[in-house]
């Protein structure tokens, strides 16, 4: 059972802060954002989004993408801040009891958050986590694959 302070942390902090930095990628942050929003899982979430002063029409979708989420923020830096400023920015405002990262330019794929928090949840000895990843074109298509598993 939980005491009140912590029954209150819990109901005010997510479990997870997803931070994801962009700059200039609307050709990927709709795939991006979306990849984000249909992550399943008994978890509570709290979306960041961090735009560097894109100007290609990105702070516009990251906008309507978010219009109607109550626990997304997006943050929109002038001037830039640079691609490990923004980063850092967004891990300090983080919220939640893990943070995961996503750059604009890439997604997730189903069920990748629920795996990776179950596995922290049950490996509190474990400090953080990856998956492998893949790499696919234009079309989608699939043309390699890289991983370092580790211990």
């Not at 939640?96 to 604009?104: E, I, K, N, S």
């Amino acid at each position: 059972m939980r005491t009140n302070s912590e029954q209150h942390q819990y109901l005010t902090c997510p479990d997870v802060s997803i931070c994801i930095a962009t700059c200039n990628q609307i050709r990927y942050i709709t795939q991006c954002i979306e990849s984000v929003l249909t992550q399943t899982g008994n978890f509570s979430w709290e979306l960041l989004v961090g735009d560097d002063c894109s100007d290609d029409g990105t702070s516009e979708e990251i906008s309507r993408l978010l219009a109607t989420l109550s626990h997304a923020t997006h943050i929109r830096h002038a001037p830039r801040k640079g691609a490990s400023a923004n980063m850092q920015f967004l891990f300090a405002h983080a919220r939640g009891r893990y943070v995961a990262h996503l750059d604009g330019d890439d997604f997730w794929l189903p069920g990748k958050l629920s795996a990776q928090l179950a596995f922290l949840n049950h490996h509190q000895e474990c400090a953080a986590v990856y998956t492998g990843a893949v790499a696919v074109d234009a079309k989608g298509v699939l043309v390699g694959g890289f991983s370092n598993a580790q211990p």
